[in-house]
Every structure is written in structure tokens, then in C-alpha cells.
């Protein structure tokens, strides 16, 4: 709750800015931030070798910009690392048929926390057995999805879904089918460091069985004995966005001690361990990630130690990153539209800034929520030119009519930025796109691939007829095109420029 007594300014505006000191450069682009094609040419943007501007004029604004390199360099980076494991992309963070159909290419597996995500990944013809589907509440149907398309695992979050799956399991097996293989979510107990709302294997959230209380035990001797089903493994996810491998490592010590009480309540060795995915990426140059192969060795470490502890085979060990693949490649690109500088106060702290410059762009938090779900922090640069003007205090705010509309809280840029100017998010590849929503009817932004000078949409914008279509007055109605301040692209979805 972040309440404070009414007054004529924000509760904290009289405290030193958060954007600390302005950096020598305004314009750089920290190679630990942005895509690895991110490059200035003359003073502009490029990324694949393509200027953000032809980018803007042909695709229109907001638009998110996606490195191909960048995203296949980093799956390819923990397929490596973890050579010997089972790398499944966790598809929530962004997919779309291009992307299932990449990582499919590049040998990956692929996690699916719905059944659309998991009906998008077939449609786009990536093989049911290296998909994974999890969700704490699975209905019937995409259960049947799963089990009829025969997909490598089923992660089992509760007791209600063994019951659910139970006679699927069985129709299959009548007709001639293998049981059907299993995973079991396991809480584990552990605290992770991130936010609340993305900290997944404490006691009080909604995911898995716990192994405190022994349901995680009693739900895999249960289904070691339903003849149907074929309990192949653990799992466990302590949460996202997490640079402590502290964590995942008590994590992957618990649920291997799970698997020593497994064996010695059934005698069952299971062969599989998956430890989830929440691996944290840089969004701003201070954040400190650690690399794949340090995440691997780590992890390989205590599953290996631990198991000849308890003298059991070490399990085929598997691991869901998301955010770590597709989030540092893809940047979004907005145009300015208004500037106002607004004075925070007669007087402050030595040092304070009287006025912050609250500048506007085109899309806003039905984009990106990350800023306002999660206080997330990004950093932005003036994308379309070079700039020599002085910093100047700005916060990069949406269109939306929410003030909580942020998408940088607090940052630098050139005093000269004007409306009309192109600003780059950078690292906005996962969980923006993939939560994005059509608040005040504004429009699903495109989402084009740039690499070696190509540009391919593979993602086209939302247009407002998609929108009418759903509505019951309005399907028959045209609608107006372009839709105000979001241009029709130049190029169809899928072609390149
Ligand atoms: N595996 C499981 C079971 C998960 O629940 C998740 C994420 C992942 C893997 C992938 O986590 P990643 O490697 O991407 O951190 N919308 C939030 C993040 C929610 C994550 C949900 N589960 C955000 O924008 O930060």
C-alpha cells in the first residue's frame, strides 16, 4: 500500500532521485542490457543491422524490436551449458508461432502453462513429446489436449488434477496408448529473493504439493501405484527474475532428498529432475545475473553431491528458462508525443531536482505492466539521433489514463528530446508482449525480427477490427484504419523488409 497523507505532491518526491547521477554518456547502450546486434550508426540506433527508424516507419509505433541472434544465442547458450539436460523454453515469457517454431530448430523443450500455449506450440508443429504442461488448475479439456497429443510431461500441481487426469489416463492406455508420463510440482520451502508476486515455492502460494506436509510425498506414492500414469520425475520453481543461485541450490537439495524418501517408501528410482526455470537478467547496468554455465555447473554440483549422499543415480535433470532467453533481446520502441515538465516543489534536499520532464510516448502500461505489477526497472535511450544536450530528469510514462501508467520510473535523457523523438526500452522481450492487454483499447503492438539487415514481422499489429469482431454491436461495423496513433503496417505479418 503506498498511501501517504494528501497533500499537493507524491509522498516521496522530496527524497534524492533514484536515477542516481547522470552517466558520462546518455546515448550509450551497455552491451550487458541491450541485444547483442544493439549497435549506434551516426548517432541512430540499429539492431540485425536495421535503423530503428526505417523500423518505426514501416511497422509503425509502439513496436517491439526482436534480435533472432540474440534470442537463438541465448537458448543456444543453456542448451550448452546444460549439455546432457533437457532445456525446455518457458513459452509464458513470449511465444508465438515463429519463436515454437526456433526453438523446436534448435533442440530445445518447451514449457506451456495453458492449454492454448500448449495448442499454439503444436499448431506451430513443435513436437508434442519435448512439451511439458504445467498450471495449477487444468481443466479437463486441456488436460485431454495433452494426453491426446501425447506431450512428454504433465507436471501435476494437486490432488483435484490426479483425479482429473485418472480416467484420461486410463481412455488412453483402453485404446491401445503408453501411460501417461508425469511430473510432480514439488513447494519446496524456499524464500525466493524477488518479488512477492513471482516468489513461487514459499509455503502460502498456490503452486505444487508440499513437501513440508508430506503432500508432495503422498501425491508420488500415489501415482507411482495408478498403473495409468508413469511418475517420471520431480519438479520444482522457486520463482523469476532471481540473480541468487542460493536459492535453486537449497531448492535442488530438498527435492532430491524427495526422491531418497521416494525410493524408500516405494523403491521407485525416478530418472527425471526438473528445477524450474526464474534465472534473472540485467535490465539495468548494475543488475548482476549469473551466466548459464555458472547457473549449470552450480546446479549439477548439489544434484550430484546430493544424490551420493543418498546413494541414488543422478537423475536426467531439466530446466525451464523464460525471461533468461527472451527477455534482453527484444527492446520496444515508442514515439514521443508529449513532454511536461512538471515542478516538484519551491525547494528541496541539495541536489534535488525541481522539475521532472514526464514524457509521454504511444503505448504505456498495456505494453509493458511490468513497471506497475512488479515496480520493475528499465532504462530507455533516445533511439533516432545522437545527442550532445545536458541530461535532463525524465520519467517515461504510457498514454494510459492511470498515473500508475510508468514505464521508467526515473531516468536521464538529453534535454533536447522532443515529441516525435524514438525511444528504446531495452530488455523487453519477455512478460511484456505475453501480458499485454488492450486497457483503454489500445491496440497489441507488432513484433518484428530483425537480423543480418532483415526485418520479418513475425508478430502483426492488432488492428481495432480485430477488436470489433469480438464485440457483439460492433463485429459488422467497420472500423476505422488506420486506428488513431497506431499506424497500419506497410509490410503484411510475415514478410520481409
Ligand atoms: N517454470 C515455471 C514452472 C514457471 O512458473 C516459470 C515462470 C518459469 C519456468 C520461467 O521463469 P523465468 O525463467 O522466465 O523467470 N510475469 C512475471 C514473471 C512470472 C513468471 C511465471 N512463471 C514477470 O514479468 O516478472
Request: hydrophobic fraction near 45%; aromatic fraction near 6%.
Amino acid at each position: 500500500m503506498r498511501a501517504h497523507p494528501a497533500g499537493p505532491l507524491h509522498g516521496n518526491i522530496s527524497q534524492p532521485t533514484a536515477a542516481g547521477a547522470p552517466p558520462a554518456d546518455l546515448g550509450a547502450l551497455d552491451p550487458h542490457v541491450w541485444p547483442r546486434s544493439a549497435e549506434r550508426i551516426d548517432g541512430e540506433l540499429h539492431l540485425g543491422g536495421r535503423s530503428v527508424t526505417e523500423l518505426a516507419r514501416a511497422h509503425g509505433t509502439p513496436l517491439f524490436v526482436l534480435d533472432e541472434d540474440d534470442l537463438r544465442g541465448r537458448a543456444a547458450d543453456f542448451t550448452a551449458a546444460f549439455d546432457g539436460a533437457d532445456v525446455h523454453y518457458a513459452s509464458k515469457a513470449f511465444l508465438c508461432g515463429q519463436v515454437a517454431r526456433w526453438m523446436a530448430e534448435d533442440g530445445l523443450h518447451l514449457d506451456a502453462c495453458s492449454g492454448n500455449e500448449l495448442s499454439l506450440a503444436l499448431a506451430a508443429g513443435f513436437p508434442a513429446e519435448r512439451i511439458a504442461l504445467h498450471g495449477n488448475n487444468k481443466s479437463v479439456v486441456e488436460l485431454k489436449l495433452a494426453v491426446d497429443a501425447g506431450i512428454g510431461h504433465i507436471v501435476v500441481d494437486s490432488f483435484d488434477e490426479i483425479d482429473r487426469l485418472l480416467p484420461l489416463a486410463e481412455a488412453r492406455v483402453t485404446a491401445g496408448g503408453s501411460p501417461v508420463p508425469v511430473l510432480i510440482r514439488a513447494t519446496v520451502g524456499i524464500e525466493a529473493h524477488t518479488h512477492e508476486f513471482i516468489a513461487t515455492a514459499h509455503e502460502d502460494q498456490k503452486f505444487g504439493f508440499s513437501l513440508a506436509t508430506g503432500d508432495a510425498l503422498t501425491a508420488a506414492v500415489r501415482i507411482t501405484r495408478e498403473p495409468h500414469l508413469e511418475l517420471t520425475g520431480l519438479h520444482s520453481h522457486i520463482g523469476s527474475q532471481i540473480f541468487d543461485t542460493a536459492g535453486f541450490e537449497a531448492a535442488a537439495h530438498r527435492v532430491v532428498g524427495l526422491l531418497g524418501q521416494l525410493r524408500q517408501a516405494t523403491g521407485e528410482v525416478l530418472p527425471e529432475l526438473n528445477l524450474g526455470g526464474g534465472f534473472g537478467i540485467a535490465y539495468l547496468s548494475e543488475d548482476d545475473p549469473v551466466s548459464p554455465a555458472d547457473v549449470a555447473a552450480r546446479l549439477q554440483k548439489v544434484v550430484a553431491a546430493e544424490c551420493a549422499e543418498l546413494d541414488l543415480p543422478v537423475p536426467r535433470l531439466a530446466v525451464e528458462p523464460g525471461r533468461a532467453i527472451a527477455g534482453p533481446g527484444t527492446i520496444t520502441l515508442y514515439e514521443i508525443g508529449t513532454i511536461k515538465p512538471v515542478r516538484l516543489g519551491a525547494s528541496g534536499a541539495p541536489g534535488t531536482p525541481l522539475v521532472r520532464n514526464y514524457v509521454s510516448v504511444d503505448g504505456g502500461m498495456s505494453d509493458n505492466i511490468r513497471t506497475a505489477l512488479y515496480d520493475a526497472n528499465y532504462t530507455c535511450v533516445l533511439a533516432n539521433r545522437g545527442s550532445d544536450a545536458p541530461p535532463a530528469l525524465c520519467r517515461v510514462v504510457g498514454k494510459h489514463c492511470e498515473s500508475g501508467d510508468i514505464l521508467v520510473r526515473d531516468l536521464w535523457l538529453p534535454a533536447d528530446v522532443a515529441p516525435g523523438d524514438l525511444l528504446a526500452v531495452a530488455a523487453t522481450g519477455a512478460y511484456c508482449w505475453s501480458m499485454a492487454s488492450n486497457y483503454n483499447y489500445l491496440l497489441k503492438p507488432p513484433v518484428v525480427a530483425v537480423k543480418d539487415g532483415a526485418a520479418t514481422e513475425i508478430v502483426r499489429r492488432q488492428t481495432l477490427s480485430d477488436v470489433f469482431a469480438l464485440d457483439a454491436v460492433l463485429a459488422d461495423v467497420p472500423a476505422p484504419s488506420p486506428a488513431p496513433s497506431q499506424p497500419a503496417p506497410e509490410h503484411p505479418v510475415g514478410a520481409r523488409s
